[in-house]
């Protein structure tokens, strides 16, 4: 079975650029996490959505973040514009929540983002 | 609020020594446990996970922890490490009726000498 896909895996771009990172969560997952990994601050959760709903955005770091998921099987993390203090890992995971208790959640592989 | 402490973010065994890894929590209702680790360039992948059936919890590659609700630990253990342990190891935790959020320790970096 496919696990949740990440991409691109590698994004290196300048100060000020747009980047937009994408997700495709496992099929039937019904809640996805955006997370951000850096040695500073090790792993934060930006946001998740349920049923492509946002329910916890307060972990996203100041308005140039934004975060949509137009589908059940996609989302997009957008930063614009993006500075060198957002270089990061970014992660994607997914869960099954319907009828299920505390299910774990599955991860992507991440992207290695990288503003010059 | 939920809350994890991981103590000791380098840990270093010797090859087939025992590995300890240790995970405090805090949470104000009986909490469910998870154990992920993280290979160098990936992401992370589910090592096991404690749900309140049993407290002693066997996950993937020989590993295991055990639930102490009057230490709240969940401290992850393996008779014998190998090399292909060198990881990082992050302990979550995730309240009932919390949608599925969890909550991370800072993570323990394992060092597996020859």
């Known amino acids: 079975d496919a696990g949740v896909i990440q991409s691109p895996r590698h994004e290196v771009t300048e100060m000020g650029q747009e980047v937009t990172l994408r997700c495709k969560p496992i099929s039937g997952h019904d809640y996805l996490f955006w997370y951000r990994q850096t040695m500073m601050r090790g792993l934060e959760l930006l946001i998740y959505?349920?049923?492509?709903?946002?329910?916890?955005d307060s972990g996203m770091p100041e308005d140039r973040f934004s975060a949509k998921m137009p589908n059940a099987s996609f989302s997009t993390l957008k930063i614009q514009p993006s500075e060198p203090r957002d270089s990061a890992v970014y992660f994607c995971?997914?869960?099954?929540?319907?009828?299920?208790?505390?299910?774990?959640?599955?991860f992507g592989d991440g992207t290695r983002l990288s503003i010059l | 609020a939920q809350s994890v402490t991981q103590l000791g973010s380098h840990v270093s065994v010797s090859e087939g020594a025992l590995v300890l890894l240790r995970c405090n929590y805090s949470s104000s209702v009986p909490p469910y446990l998870f154990w992920y680790v993280q290979y160098p360039n990936q992401g992370l992948q589910l090592l096991l996970k404690y749900t309140s059936a049993a407290t002693l919890v066997k996950g993937i590659n020989g590993f295991e922890a055990e639930f102490k609700k009057s230490e709240t630990s969940f401290h992850l253990t393996k008779p014998s490490a190998h090399m292909s342990d060198a990881a990082e190891y992050f302990c979550a935790v995730s309240e009932p009726n919390a949608g599925n959020m969890l909550t991370f320790g800072g993570g323990t970096r394992l060092m597996v000498k020859p």
């Open positions: 959505f349920n049923n492509n709903v946002p329910i916890d």
């Open positions: 995971a997914s869960s099954l929540g319907r009828g299920s208790v505390n299910q774990p959640q599955h």
